[in-house]
């Protein structure tokens, strides 16, 4: 069975909650992580991203200045960052259809609703590290795959044209957030 | 220094998009056997449990920061910058309150979020609902030891809920697709204590 040795990887923490860090980086440091930074607002992750180069980030979506989505804009960008690859996973209060949506679309990896708990943060952190996802690159997305299931009984136009990538099997992002605690 | 092979991504060029397989980093945290008796999430759950003793003054201070946020509103009006101050602080208890031991006091602030985030016209939230929320917010936090404090936090959050709703259904009673996404349910319950 795969364990995550979580003492070899880097994480970002992107929110500006002090006891929301501080819940983060404790369960982090349970898991095994040591190496842990934070940032307390989007300008303060941006630059977290840059000089720290973190194996994962952690964002919250609700932050002054510009928030989780407009920093996720600014780190996927393909050839301006060192790594416009880097699994994002996103910790919100908002538990909305469309807001999981609009964060899939703006180029998230993984989302987790809050409250968080133990065992639905290290799924996630499990996900992204033994089931990486190719990215696709259109004129209007980059980011991780967004199918994750084929649906044989799919019956609509095909949206991508010349190929597709191949799915890897995962729970969908919106089925996650329904049923994971 | 040269780059490795393996530090590049692929790419399948196709008519109308690209997929990128980048470099897997992350591989080197990959282990295919586990330590002997490591639970990870047990040992999270653990190390949470630690912090437990601190969460109920994090609670009163999220309370106090959400009360300073309405009185700016009541003293300067909503604007953007004092509806977002307000929002990030009922946003920040709608998500926190389950871990500190408040579940209950998700729900209203969930319902406090809902008023401000769907009027249209934020001068037109009634500050008298603004002011309830807040107030059972607190109330519900001062007063979570008492026995029936279940009972009355669940009335409560209904009528304010009720009352929220009612007025999102006038104040959106032009913007159908609007109202669609606004009164449609949550993917997470918004009462879950776990």
Known sequence: MIHIDFNKLRFLIVDDNLHMRRILRTLLHGFGARDVI???????????????????????????????????????????????FVPIIMLTGHTERTRVTAARDAGITEFLAKPISAKGLYQRVFSVVAQPRPFIKTASYF??????????????????????????????????????? | MAQDRNDRPTVATYADHEVIVPPNRLKKAVAVTKPAGFDPVAQAEEALEGLASEFADWMDRECAKLDEARQRVRMEGFADETRDELFRSAHDIKGEAATFGFPLVAPPADSLCRLIEHTPDMTRIPLELVDQHVDAIRAIVREHARTDIEQVARTLTRRLRDVTDEFLRHENRDRPEILKIVMAPSLVPSDRSD
């Open chain 1, 143 to 181: 980011g991780p795959d967004r199918r994750r299931t084929t649906n044989a009984s799919y019956t609509g136009p095909e949206r991508r044209r010349g190929g597709a990538a191949d799915t890897i099997g995962q729970v969908g992002l919106i089925e996650k957030a329904r049923t994971v605690a």
């Open chain 1, 38 to 84: 934070e940032a307390e607002d989007g300008a303060g992750g941006l630059e977290g991203f840059s000089q720290g180069n973190p194996d994962i980030v952690f964002l919250d979506w609700e932050m002054p200045i510009f928030d989780g989505l407009e920093l996720i804009q600014m780190i996927r960008q393909p050839g301006a960052n060192t790594n416009p």
